[in-house]
Nanobody, 121 residues
Framework: EVQLVESGGGVVQPGGSLRLSCAAS????????MSWVRQAPGKGPEWVSG????????IYADSVKGRFTISRDNAKNTLYLQMNSLKPEDTALYYC??????????????WGQGTQVTVSS
């Protein structure tokens, strides 16, 4: 059974940082590209960032480029999202998701339960 479990969310002041983690199990993690997606209250999902299966390439939404860094540790089956210079508009439920092979970024078949990030003074 595919499982994705996010952690690391919380409440942070504007300008602060958080590091999200996603523990993957039930599949060969190193064989899949992975992404982070977020959903703010009252809005639809927004794809945030992706990383290919061997950690050789990353991609970001314009809204987070230069502030967020995606990474992975295939030996630990874990995906990360380092978030710096956080803004109130980054407040959302953050999900990690498995990308479907050979499809465009943002086409995902499994999602975790999400971890809440709230940016507020």
């Amino acid at each position: 059974e595919v499982q994705l479990v996010e952690s690391g969310g919380g409440v942070v002041q504007p300008g602060g940082s958080l590091r999200l983690s996603c523990a993957a199990s039930g599949f060969t993690f190193s064989s899949y590209d992975m992404s982070w997606v977020r959903q703010a209250p009252g809005k639809g999902p927004e794809w945030v960032s992706g990383i290919n299966r061997d950690d050789s390439s990353t991609i970001y939404a314009d809204s987070v480029k230069g502030r967020f860094t995606i990474s992975r540790d295939n030996a630990k089956n874990t995906l990360y999202l380092q978030m710096n210079s956080l803004k109130p508009e980054d407040t959302a439920l953050y999900y990690c998701a498995r990308e479907i092979p050979r499809y465009d970024w943002g086409t995902m078949d499994y999602w975790g339960q999400g971890t809440q990030v709230t940016v507020s003074s």
